[in-house]
């Protein structure tokens, strides 16, 4: 995933993750197909318009 | 020694009228209550409004430049058996939890409340005409800049400054979301784009305008000086916390309140950090907002530079060091708290070492890997109007809508757990008297609030019964007293009253 690229890792940290390359591999393959199975649910569920139903998503302010 | 950090939440949930032209939410929320009133109580109990005084502010003084929050007394107010109150707050339904003496069991509540939202929206859909829906969402903005509140409650020893209280407070709060934020697509801020701001870690940030203040609808403060403590005011505060999101994940939820109580706490017994002030708490509360890769530092009025994390370990090491000396009595007890110091712990070094590992326990996290996912498969701007869907979506009560309940989130609650307390109130504080009253005289019951109950025993006048001590009411204090008692003349005949 795109992000877990991106994401900053103290430079300290650099060697653990080397060291734990393949089972971290592994399961990021894993979520991956996780995710993959969520958005199909996904696109599944959402709102058929969904700019109309952001629209129309209007609220008194509260509290 | 601390107070015990008796607790509770509140929350205010957005409400859609779907396909009806004219939709006033003040109706539509009235229509959710009434319909779980109607449908699954025996008898409706409203609130008494006798003690309520939100105009009260803790620095002493009654600020009549600020916009003392109104009471709504025409507005629909009920109290359920499991000590909860139930009512249309502004334009929002809203529920309180009943005082609980920990964080599992303030959770448990919690969920207890969405299930009880779920049931209102499913029976008020059942009177409604075909094509028409109410819909329920446990969020906290509209996306439009409209935002609606999820507080927290916690009580605290009066003989404690209030302005130390403020000062030592702030941080904490300020740092705190990097772990309670809910996420949200965009910004509400003025003069803020999807370019500036494309995802952040909170609902609320974006509304919080003055570091102190009694306001809650305007010029948001972090730390809300509201003074009604709905117990004895010569020993308590209740601490009314605005500065957090309504969270999906009952992890957050958990750790929210239970990290909070133990810094309380630590406050209540002089042992908090207090050298970590941030140099601009406002400023600072958005920028760790928008700093979704958890990557800048802030300063501090010491000059130092430091993470909303560092602030955090702060905490943190101030936490063990006062658990070694008071262990965790006043917050729950020790499984309970070793329990949240490893939570506590454990995502904070996650948030530094893999904060995507927190995708089932975290909101935010498991939206951005959820919408990054949802982005790239789609190839969509973070502007498109799908991901406000799916930000709304995410939210969503309705069983067959909402995506939180479908992410695999983990659980700390248990559903039996959950039903039981739908109905039944917390056995360890003054709740189970007003809720074990409502379930067994409701007929002779005319108004309850958080500190007393009015009861109507035919002959006049009407008896009050107070309850200004949270801890008093228990189980185990009036657990057999109300077996015995089959009417409520005898119940307060024997209680003296």
Redesign the interface.
């Known amino acids: ?4 690229e ?5 430079t300290s ?1 650099t060697d653990d993750a080397e060291i734990e390359e393949t089972p971290s591999a592994q399961a990021g393959e894993e ?1 991956k197909a ?3 199975d ?2 199909d ?2 696109d599944g ?3 058929t318009n ?2 109309e ?11 | 020694m601390a107070v015990h950090k008796v607790l509770g939440i509140e929350t ?1 949930f ?3 009228h ?1 396909n009806e032209g004219d939709s006033n ?1 003040v109706a539509a929320s009235s229509m959710i209550i009434n319909a779980y009133v109607n449908g699954f109580l025996e008898r409706r109990v409203g609130w008494d409004f006798e003690d309520e005084h939100p105009g009260l502010d803790a620095r002493g003084f009654n600020e009549f430049d600020a916009l003392a ?1 109104e009471i709504e007394t025409h507005l629909v107010n009920a109290v359920l058996t499991n000590g909860a109150r139930y009512y249309v ?4 339904p ?1 529920l309180a939890t009943p005082e609980c003496t920990d964080a599992l069991q303030c959770t448990t509540y919690d969920r207890a409340a969405e299930e009880i939202l779920i049931r209102s929206m499913d029976k008020a859909n059942e009177l409604l005409p075909d094509g028409e829906e109410l819909v329920i969402h446990k969020n906290n ?4 800049g ?4 999820c ?1 927290e409650n916690y009580l605290v020893d009066r003989s404690v400054p209030f302005g130390r209280i403020v000062q030592e407070i702030m941080p904490f709060f300020v740092s705190r979301q990097i772990f309670c934020g809910a996420g949200k697509v965009g910004s509400e801020a003025p003069g803020l784009t999807h370019s500036d701001v494309p995802f952040q870690i909170t609902q609320r940030a974006d509304f919080f305008e003055e570091e102190v203040g009694l306001e ?3 010029k ?1 403060p972090i730390v809300n000086t509201r003074d009604e403590p709905h117990a004895d005011s010569k020993k308590y505060r209740r601490l009314h916390v ?1 500065v957090g999101d309504a969270n999906m994940s009952e992890v957050q939820t958990y750790l929210k309140l239970g990290v909070t109580a133990i810094v309380l706490a630590m406050i209540d017994d002089n042992m908090a950090p207090k050298d970590c002030a941030f140099e601009a708490s406002v400023q600072t509360l958005r920028k760790i907002s928008y700093d979704i ?3 800048m530092v802030h300063r501090l009025a010491t000059g130092e530079s430091v993470s909303a994390i560092d602030v955090q370990w702060a905490y943190y090491a101030a936490a063990e060091k006062w658990a070694d000396r008071n262990g965790f009595e006043v917050i729950g007890g020790q499984d309970i708290g070793l329990d949240l110091m490893k939570r506590w712990h454990d995502v904070l070094e996650a948030l ?2 893999d ?2 590992s927190l995708a089932d326990s975290i909101d935010w996290i498991a939206k ?3 919408y ?3 982005r ?2 789609h190839n969509l701007k973070w502007s498109d ?2 991901l ?3 930000d ?2 995410y939210h969503d009560l309705r069983p ?2 909402g ?1 939180a309940r ?3 989130l983990k659980r700390i609650t248990d559903d039996s757990e959950v039903e039981t307390a739908i109905g039944n109130p917390p056995p360890s504080t003054r709740a189970y008297f007003r809720g074990r009253c409502l379930e067994r005289y409701p007929d002779a019951i005319v108004a309850a609030n958080w500190d007393s109950m009015v009861f109507d025993i035919g002959t006049d006048p009407l008896r009050r019964v107070p309850m200004l001590e949270p801890l008093r009411g228990t189980a185990a204090h009036v657990g057999n007293l109300l077996d015995e008692c089959t009417t409520a003349a005898e119940l307060l005949r024997r209680l003296g009253t």
């Open positions: 995933m795109a992000e877990r991106q994401r900053r890792r103290s940290r979520l996780e995710l993959d969520l958005l649910e996904i569920v959402l709102e969904a700019e139903f952001v629209k129309n998503y209007v609220q008194k302010g509260g509290e | 205010e957005g409400i859609l779907r939410p929050p707050d502004h334009a929002h809203e903005s509209d996306g439009k409209n935002s609606y509140g507080h809650t609808t305007l948001r605005i890769d958890l990557s530094e070492n904060p995507d951005r890997r959820l990054e996912g949802y790239e498969r109007p799908k406000a869907a799916l709304l979506q067959d809508k995506l479908r992410i695999g």
